[in-house]
């Protein structure tokens, strides 16, 4: 199981907002401390946002913020939300499924089975989890932007 690197970016961002609570934060100053693509990541922020995990502050001074308490971020929902496609192998998608053993194979079974532990794990974890190394996650991280 490979999560995209969207996925991926969607929570290191909420981790940044989650570490930084106190204040707004701007997508250079994520992008910088992360060292990512500030376009991709407005494409993430943005997305986060619609789903309403992330509010934008408008004006002098305005960036991003969580939306809601570390606590009641589930990171399983994050997943299923921001992840296009669970999909393991081709034969999760019986529409355009074309292996010749599909049905009988007991791979499908099996796989869907670990991506359910998967999920499992991850549903009864919160970002406040994340972020209980905060020192030493702050330590890592410039707590500004780099202009």
């Known amino acids: 199981m490979r999560l ?3 996925t991926d970016y969607a929570l290191r961002a909420l981790m940044y907002l989650g570490l930084r609570e106190d204040r707004v934060c701007t997508i250079r100053e994520i992008a910088s401390a992360y060292r990512i ?3 991709h990541l407005m494409k993430v922020v943005h997305r986060l946002g619609v789903l309403g995990l992330v509010k934008t502050v408008r004006g002098h001074g305005g960036g991003l913020r ?3 308490a ?3 971020i ?3 929902r994050v997943v ?3 992840e296009d496609d669970l ?3 081709e034969c999760f998608e019986r529409q355009t499924n074309t292996c010749p053993i599909a049905g009988p194979c007991a791979l499908t079974g099996i796989l869907g089975e670990a991506l359910d532990a998967f999920l499992g794990v991850l549903d009864r974890r919160t970002l406040a989890d994340l972020l209980g ?3 030493a996650l702050l330590r890592r991280l410039p707590s500004r932007a780099r202009t």
């Open 4 to 6: 995209t690197r969207h």
């Open 87 to 89: 999909r393991v192998v």
């Open 133 to 135: 190394p905060r020192r």
């Open 66 to 68: 969580l939306a809601l």
């Open 74 to 76: 589930d990171l399983g």
């Open 70 to 72: 570390p606590e009641e």
């Open 37 to 39: 693509s500030e376009s």
């Open 80 to 82: 299923r939300l921001v």
